[in-house]
Every structure is written in C-alpha cells, then in structure tokens.
C-alpha cells in the first residue's frame, strides 16, 4: 500500500511558476510515477511521468514548460515527486493528480488527494 500526499498548488498569474511536491510513502520499485490533471468539465489527463530508470514523457501541451523529477530516499522507504511549472497558461488551470502505477498482475495503482492549480490571465 502506497500513501501519496501533494502539496504546492495554488493560483497564479498566468507566466508564473508553481512546484508540486507529492510524498509517496512505501516502497515504488518497479513503478511509474506519474502527474495527471483534470479541468473542469474534462477528462483526467497525463501530464508527464517518469520510469525507475528516468526516462521522462510528457503531454505534447507541456513539453519545454513543465519538468518532472523525483528523489527517493536511502532506505526505499519514502520517495518525492516533483513538477516544477514554468511559463503557466490559464489552461493549465485544473486539479493535478499524483500516480503510482505498478506494472504487477494485476496492475495496481495509487492516486494522491489532488491538488488545485489556477492560473489567471
């Protein structure tokens, strides 16, 4: 079982920067950690993930905006996921997602509580 808490969102103006942080308690070995996010109105939607091995991916809307890291602590025990939000448009505006997805059989995956993200104009 993985616990996911994000933090960092807010409003801002459009051009602004906004750092999420999501604490992943509980191992993520063999994981694809990921953001999602959701405007009103839309369906969720992939914002940018990252392999165990750092390979990065990211929605075509963000790509050269958005960058998306993690640390993982000695022990395995606690990882953190970053999206670090650069040159914010008023359609980013939405709730952004932590995922933890494991490729088992079955698959299991992990969503944070979400966090909101309001960029005005």
């Known amino acids: 079982q993985v616990q996911l808490v994000e933090s960092g969102g807010g409003l801002v103006q459009a051009g602004g920067s906004l750092r999420l942080s999501c604490a992943a308690s509980?191992?993520?070995?063999?994981?694809?950690l990921g953001w999602y996010r959701q405007a009103p109105g839309k369906e969720r939607e992939l914002v940018a993930d990252?392999?165990?091995?750092?390979?990065?991916?990211?929605?075509?809307s963000v790509k050269g905006r958005f960058t998306i890291s993690r640390t993982i602590s000695r022990d395995n025990a606690k990882t953190t996921l970053y999206l670090q939000m650069n040159a914010l448009k008023p359609e980013d505006t939405g709730v952004y997602y932590c995922?933890?997805?494991?490729?088992?059989?079955?698959?299991?995956?992990?969503w944070g509580q979400g966090t909101q993200v309001t960029v005005s104009s």
């Open positions: 509980g191992s993520t070995d063999g994981a694809m």
């Open positions: 990252i392999t165990l091995s750092g390979n990065t991916n990211y929605a075509d």
């Open positions: 995922n933890v997805h494991y490729f088992t059989i079955p698959a299991r995956e992990f």
